[in-house]
C-alpha cells in the first residue's frame, strides 16, 4: 500500500536551516507530481510547494526564494531544503501525492503523510 | 495565485441539519475545484471532485455544485461524524485551498 513518511521536523532558530525528507513506497515514485503542503497552529492548509514527474518545480510566494523542493527517485524520496526560516514557518509539513496534474499542474492528494512538525523559535 | 475565499469561517449545527458552505475564486476556473474533509489528527481526505463529482465511498449526504468562480458545498443531513474542518481547493493554476470552514455540533 502507499505510504509517506516524513523525517527532519524539529526546532531551529529564526534565520536557520532544515531539510525534511519523505520516504515513498508501495507506487512507482517516479511517475507521480509530489507536493509540501503545510498546516500552521491554528491556521488552515497551504500548498507551498510541487516537483513534476519531469522535474519541473514551483513554490508559493510564501516561500519562494528560501525553500528548494527536490526528488531521487533512486532513493524514491522527497526533500524540503528551507533556508531563512521564520517564525510564521512553524507549521506541520504534509508530503503527499498527487494522481493526476492538469496544464502541469497537481490536481488533488490522494496520499498523505502523516506529518513533521517544524518550529522556527529563538 | 488565485485567491479561495470560503465562507463561513466557521459554523455551528444541529444533527439532521442542511448545511451550506461556499468558495469564491478570484478568477475563472470552470469546474477545477475539489472538497476536503479534514479530522484533526488525521489526513485530509477527497469527497468532492471536479465541483460535483462524488469520491468513491463517500456519503450522499455530500454533494458539490458550480463552476466559474462561484461553488457550493452542501451536507443534506448533518450526522455527528461530520465534525471536521471542510476546505475547497482549486487547480486551475498553482493549486491553492480555501481558508476552511470549521464545522460543529449544537
Known amino acids: 500500500q502507499v505510504q509517506l513518511v516524513e523525517s527532519g521536523g524539529g526546532l531551529v532558530k529564526p534565520g536557520g536551516s532544515l531539510r525534511l525528507s519523505c520516504a515513498a513506497s508501495?507506487?512507482?515514485?517516479?511517475?507521480?507530481?509530489m507536493s509540501w503542503i503545510r498546516q500552521a497552529p491554528g491556521k488552515g492548509l497551504e500548498w507551498i510547494s510541487y516537483i513534476s514527474d519531469s522535474d519541473t518545480k514551483y513554490y508559493a510566494d510564501s516561500v519562494k526564494g528560501r525553500f528548494t523542493i527536490s526528488r531521487d527517485t533512486t532513493r524514491n524520496s522527497l526533500y524540503l531544503q528551507m533556508n531563512s526560516l521564520r517564525a510564521e514557518d512553524t507549521a506541520v509539513y504534509y508530503c503527499?501525492?498527487?494522481?493526476?496534474?492538469?496544464?502541469?499542474?497537481?490536481?488533488?492528494?490522494?496520499?498523505w503523510g502523516q506529518g513533521a512538525l517544524v518550529t522556527v523559535s529563538s | 495565485d488565485i485567491q479561495m475565499t470560503q465562507s463561513p469561517s466557521s459554523l455551528s449545527a444541529s444533527v439532521g441539519d442542511r448545511v451550506t458552505i461556499t468558495c469564491q475564486a478570484s478568477q475563472d476556473i470552470s469546474n477545477h475545484l475539489h472538497w476536503y474533509q479534514h479530522k484533526p489528527g488525521k489526513a485530509p481526505e477527497l469527497l468532492i471532485y471536479d465541483a460535483f463529482n462524488l469520491e468513491a465511498g463517500v456519503p450522499s449526504r455530500f454533494s458539490g455544485s458550480g463552476s466559474g468562480t462561484h461553488f457550493t458545498f452542501t451536507i443534506s443531513s448533518l450526522q455527528t461524524e461530520d465534525i471536521a474542518t471542510y476546505y475547497c481547493q482549486q487547480y486551475n493554476l498553482f493549486p491553492t485551498f480555501g481558508q476552511g470552514t470549521k464545522l460543529e455540533i449544537e
Open positions: 503527499a501525492r498527487a494522481p493526476s496534474s492538469y496544464k502541469g499542474s497537481p490536481t488533488s492528494i490522494d496520499y
Open positions: 508501495g507506487f512507482t515514485f517516479s511517475l507521480y507530481y
